[in-house]
């Protein structure tokens, strides 16, 4: 079965701290990983998306890694802002166009 | 990338009615998506619309449910038909340019 799964569920951390979110999926053929940012109350926006033959890329303070092998990704916050206060969401496209399976996303709180 | 708008941005409805929600996009699209968000939980793909042809709906999801409207390629409709509380939720509308997908701000409904 196709899944996606986040962890933590939830994490708080202080203002100016560095954070990894985690996702592992059993989507299988893998064809990219995206990472969305979800502000509360609005729609997800992309952060990153991956090929299986890339294995980290960044979008200014957040990057992305892949482990294709392993079938893990992760997400790594540095110097993290009170505006990075939201949920992220790991998703997974199946090889075959227009199917994505979800994460059930980790929700950040950063403290000041 | 594509900015895309949603009507209305939310509503409380009674059982029983019906609460069409409209979806614009300023660039042409062939497909168009639609997510439900129920709360506390990630995206769920409800259907994906194209242009001159009859939606397709992912299981669980059906037609006389959720009748999709997409008469040209910036524009698209999701009704939520004969609405009952479970209908609560966060329904957006999704366009793909390139490798990216881009969400719109979401259609808060409550139904009571």
């Known amino acids: 079965k196709n899944q996606v799964e986040q962890s933590p569920q939830s994490l708080i951390i202080l203002e100016g701290k560095n954070c990894t979110l985690q996702?592992?999926?059993?989507?299988?053929?893998?064809?990219?990983l995206r990472w969305y940012k979800q502000d509360t109350g609005r729609g997800p926006v992309s952060l990153t998306i991956?090929?299986?033959?890339?294995n980290t890329k960044s979008n200014g303070r957040y990057t992305a890694t892949l482990d294709a092998d392993t079938k893990q990704s992760s997400l790594h916050i540095t110097a993290s802002q009170l505006s990075d206060s939201a949920s992220y969401i790991c998703?997974?496209?199946?090889?075959?166009?227009?199917?994505?399976?979800f994460g059930s996303g980790t929700k950040l709180n950063v403290k000041p | 990338s594509a900015v895309i708008s949603q009507k209305p941005s939310r509503d409380i409805c009674q059982r029983g009615t019906s609460l069409t929600i409209q979806c614009q996009v300023d660039?042409?699209?062939?497909?168009m998506f639609w997510y439900r968000q129920q709360p506390g939980q990630s995206l769920t793909l409800i259907a994906t619309?194209?242009?001159?042809?009859?939606?397709?709906?992912e299981s669980g999801f059906v037609i006389d449910k959720f009748p999709i409207s997409r008469p040209n390629l910036t524009f698209s409709t999701l009704t939520v038909s004969n609405m009952s509380p479970e209908d609560s939720s966060i329904y957006l509308c999704?366009?793909?340019?390139?490798?990216?997908?881009?969400f719109g701000p979401g259609t808060r409904l409550l139904v009571l």
């Open positions: 660039s042409q699209v062939t497909m």
């Open positions: 998703v997974v496209s199946w090889d075959n166009f227009n199917k994505f399976y």
């Open positions: 619309a194209n242009q001159g042809s009859e939606a397709t709906y």
């Open positions: 996702c592992n999926y059993t989507v299988s053929p893998f064809s990219n």
């Open positions: 991956m090929t299986f033959s890339e």
């Open positions: 999704s366009v793909e340019e390139g490798e990216t997908q881009y």
